[in-house]
Protein backbone atom coordinates (compact mmCIF):
# COMPACT_ATOMS: atom_id res chain seq x y z
CA UNK A 1 0.00 0.00 0.00
CA UNK A 2 1.50 3.02 -1.04
CA UNK A 3 2.10 5.86 1.56
CA UNK A 4 0.86 9.55 0.60
CA UNK A 5 2.31 13.20 2.33
CA UNK A 6 -1.23 13.89 3.85
CA UNK A 7 -2.65 17.34 4.87
CA UNK A 8 -4.41 16.79 8.02
CA UNK A 9 -8.73 17.02 8.23
CA UNK A 10 -7.88 19.76 10.32
CA UNK A 11 -5.81 21.88 8.27
CA UNK A 12 -8.37 20.64 5.12
CA UNK A 13 -11.10 21.82 7.26
CA UNK A 14 -9.26 24.96 8.46
CA UNK A 15 -8.84 26.19 4.29
CA UNK A 16 -12.63 25.28 3.92
CA UNK A 17 -13.15 27.56 6.37
CA UNK A 18 -11.19 30.04 5.67
CA UNK A 19 -12.28 30.06 1.81
CA UNK A 20 -16.29 30.31 3.09
CA UNK A 21 -15.26 33.39 4.49
CA UNK A 22 -12.98 35.01 2.17
CA UNK A 23 -16.00 34.31 -0.63
CA UNK A 24 -18.50 36.12 1.68
CA UNK A 25 -15.89 38.84 3.31
CA UNK A 26 -17.33 40.88 0.78
CA UNK A 27 -21.17 41.13 2.29
CA UNK A 28 -18.96 42.41 6.36
CA UNK A 29 -21.41 39.72 7.81
CA UNK A 30 -20.37 37.00 9.83
CA UNK A 31 -20.85 33.29 9.28
CA UNK A 32 -22.36 31.44 11.99
CA UNK A 33 -20.72 27.92 13.05
CA UNK A 34 -24.20 26.84 11.48
CA UNK A 35 -23.73 28.41 8.08
CA UNK A 36 -20.22 27.22 7.92
CA UNK A 37 -20.87 23.53 8.77
CA UNK A 38 -23.08 23.18 5.53
CA UNK A 39 -19.66 23.03 3.91
CA UNK A 40 -19.49 18.91 5.54
CA UNK A 41 -17.37 19.28 8.81
CA UNK A 42 -19.38 19.41 11.91
CA UNK A 43 -19.91 22.17 14.40
CA UNK A 44 -17.61 20.95 17.03
CA UNK A 45 -14.85 20.27 14.67
CA UNK A 46 -15.02 24.14 12.99
CA UNK A 47 -15.09 25.63 16.48
CA UNK A 48 -11.49 23.35 16.95
CA UNK A 49 -10.34 24.84 14.01
CA UNK A 50 -11.44 28.20 14.31
CA UNK A 51 -9.81 28.72 17.71
CA UNK A 52 -6.17 28.24 16.31
CA UNK A 53 -7.08 30.72 13.76
CA UNK A 54 -8.41 33.11 15.58
CA UNK A 55 -5.60 32.83 18.02
CA UNK A 56 -3.15 33.63 14.90
CA UNK A 57 -5.65 36.82 14.17
CA UNK A 58 -6.39 35.20 11.26
CA UNK A 59 -10.61 35.64 11.99
CA UNK A 60 -12.56 36.96 15.01
CA UNK A 61 -15.18 36.11 16.50
CA UNK A 62 -18.69 38.02 17.63
CA UNK A 63 -20.57 36.93 19.77
CA UNK A 64 -24.61 37.67 20.62
CA UNK A 65 -27.45 37.59 17.61
CA UNK A 66 -26.09 38.28 14.40
CA UNK A 67 -22.55 36.88 16.00
CA UNK A 68 -20.12 34.83 14.23
CA UNK A 69 -16.83 34.76 12.03
CA UNK A 70 -15.60 37.52 9.70
CA UNK A 71 -11.89 37.70 8.30
CA UNK A 72 -9.49 39.74 10.69
CA UNK A 73 -8.09 40.72 7.26
CA UNK A 74 -9.11 41.20 3.36
CA UNK A 75 -8.43 37.98 2.01
CA UNK A 76 -5.29 39.20 -0.44
CA UNK A 77 -3.63 39.74 2.43
CA UNK A 78 -3.68 36.37 4.47
CA UNK A 79 -0.96 33.96 3.27
CA UNK A 80 -1.50 30.17 3.25
CA UNK A 81 1.25 29.79 4.81
CA UNK A 82 0.02 31.41 7.87
CA UNK A 83 -3.01 29.23 7.57
CA UNK A 84 -1.15 25.95 7.94
CA UNK A 85 1.14 27.05 10.15
CA UNK A 86 -1.56 28.13 12.73
CA UNK A 87 -3.17 24.97 12.32
CA UNK A 88 0.22 22.34 12.39
CA UNK A 89 3.13 24.86 13.38
CA UNK A 90 5.93 25.00 11.78
CA UNK A 91 6.37 23.74 8.53
CA UNK A 92 9.16 21.22 8.37
CA UNK A 93 10.05 18.48 6.14
CA UNK A 94 12.25 16.43 8.34
CA UNK A 95 12.72 17.29 12.37
CA UNK A 96 16.84 18.25 12.12
CA UNK A 97 15.43 21.19 10.05
CA UNK A 98 13.90 22.37 12.92
CA UNK A 99 15.64 23.15 16.44
CA UNK A 100 15.75 19.28 17.16
CA UNK A 101 19.49 17.97 16.95
CA UNK A 102 20.19 15.43 14.56
CA UNK A 103 21.86 12.11 15.78
CA UNK A 104 23.96 11.91 11.85
CA UNK A 105 25.50 15.40 12.45
CA UNK A 106 27.40 16.09 9.61
CA UNK A 107 27.06 12.77 8.33
CA UNK A 108 23.23 12.96 6.42
CA UNK A 109 23.88 13.58 2.34
CA UNK A 110 20.27 14.76 2.40
CA UNK A 111 19.96 17.39 4.82
CA UNK A 112 20.29 20.01 1.77
CA UNK A 113 17.62 18.22 -0.10
CA UNK A 114 14.91 18.73 2.04
CA UNK A 115 16.35 21.97 3.46
CA UNK A 116 16.27 23.31 -0.16
CA UNK A 117 13.32 21.73 -0.95
CA UNK A 118 11.38 23.11 2.36
CA UNK A 119 12.49 26.59 1.24
CA UNK A 120 10.85 25.97 -1.78
CA UNK A 121 7.79 24.95 -0.44
CA UNK A 122 7.46 28.22 2.04
CA UNK A 123 8.34 30.30 -0.19
CA UNK A 124 5.56 29.33 -2.59
CA UNK A 125 3.04 29.32 0.57
CA UNK A 126 4.27 32.47 1.35
CA UNK A 127 3.15 33.63 -2.60
CA UNK A 128 -0.05 32.02 -2.29
CA UNK A 129 -2.96 34.07 -0.72
CA UNK A 130 -6.65 32.92 0.34
CA UNK A 131 -8.08 35.38 -2.75
CA UNK A 132 -5.77 32.51 -4.61
CA UNK A 133 -7.53 30.16 -2.91
CA UNK A 134 -10.75 31.34 -3.90
Known amino acids: MPKFLKISTKLHAALLLMSVLAKRHSSKRPLTLTELAASGFSRGYLEQVATPLRRAGLISGQKGQGGGYILAKKPRDIKIKNIIEAIEGPIRLVDCLGNTACGL ?30
Open 105 to 134: NNRCSSKSLWAELQNKIIKTLNNLTLTDLI
